[in-house]
């Protein structure tokens, strides 16, 4: 592929080929890979050119490339590669809901001016597809033989259906608890090979790793992998687009493995240095409490803290984050916040959340809660204008909301339940029920 692209590490700038990358993740240091694009030798300098360029094949749609909220933007995802080359399911173009649509969760949270995002209403319902089709594809174009990935449950539904569409044979290593049904029965109905790792997704993603040393034509799909990121930075340029490129004060997201954080940090630095956008909205990363090892470190001077992880979110139940220094890059760079809330809180905004007719599973209300929060003590203020990226769908974890919503679920109040009412067939008793 001829582009200006390589991979440099994080931490001391060790500059690699990208022929390395989807193989190698880490430095001979230890330290993340970024991948590094050269956009001065953009075809495409004017920034409102390249504007116009995205929208338009947004509009017309003319080849697979531009059907796709990821390759629409493909000068700044992955440059060089050829139309056919794109392993596509025409991923991103979400939509973007604006105050007006979510009155009862804009109620609750009190005060800003609030946008979601929902991320959810990609293919296979979640944002992982936007990484996913940006990294299938280079595992492709890199001559992969088999794809693998350790995960809570929504990376393995997209690799699944992704490698499907690519013919390559899938791995996807899950706990061997907790994992939401939805997300199961996507693997096992894609046709992944799925395996049940006894112990917590922090044991599978560390198998995972040292295995794949081993076996020569193995790609991992985790967000270890920087060409998942690179496809993920589209949420906020899309977001950004949609708001017509008036970047937005804060952006708030739930963080588990801290990928889709860092890669927004990485997508508003590129955004600026392309005059994309001419102010630097601030990222909150937002932890459920019982798994909240990014919150212990930004309150300890950013001393790497690991847990383990206990949480109803299972999207965000992880002890050991793996984008750990990339994420300290994105909050500092964004003079950003971590902020982290219970499940009891996670669940109550996920109530008012789906009231609204939309909904999102219980990790992506994380979001919703750790705004909320960050009102209540003045953090954000009912003046700005913030953007939540809703992470995954509602019917990912039927589980937790009928759960919820009948009261069953342990150690939680459940006072806003909606619950089912069982009646006789009569009019009498129908009658009763609706007044
Ligand atoms: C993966 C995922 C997250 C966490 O994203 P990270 O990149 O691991 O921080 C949050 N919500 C949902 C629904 C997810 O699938
Ligand atoms: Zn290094």
Partial sequence: METE?????VRCNQKYPLAAGGVKFTCDCGGLLDVVHDFSVLPIQDERILKSVFMQRRWFQ???GDKSGVWRFRELVLPGLKDHEFVTRGEGNTRLYGPDL????????GGPHVYC???????????KDRGM????TYAKRSAGRIVACASTGNTAASVASYAALTGMPAVILIPEKGVAIGKVSQSLAYGAKTVKVRGDFDAALALLL?????IPGLRILNSV????LEGQKTIVWEAFEQLAWNAPDWI???AGNLGNGSAFGKAISEARALGLITKTPRIAMVQAAGANPFWGASQNGWRKCVVRADTIASAIKIGDPVNYDKAVRAITSTDGVVVQVTDQEIMDAKAVLDSDGVGAEPSSCAAIAGLKKMVDVGVAKWNQTVLVVLTGHMLKDPDATVGYHSSSLPNLACSRANAPVTIDPTVEAFKKIIT
């Fill in 210 to 214: 040292a295995a794949s040393e081993q």
């Fill in 102 to 109: 979510f009155t009862r969760t804009n109620r609750y949270i």
């Fill in 5 to 9: 692209s390589h991979l440099s590490c």
């Fill in 133 to 136: 089709t940006a990294a299938i």
């Fill in 225 to 228: 992998n920087p060409f998942r």
């Fill in 117 to 127: 995002k929902h991320e959810g209403e990609n293919p296979t319902g979640s944002f």
């Fill in 252 to 254: 708030v997201v739930a």
């Fill in 62 to 64: 003319d080849t697979r």
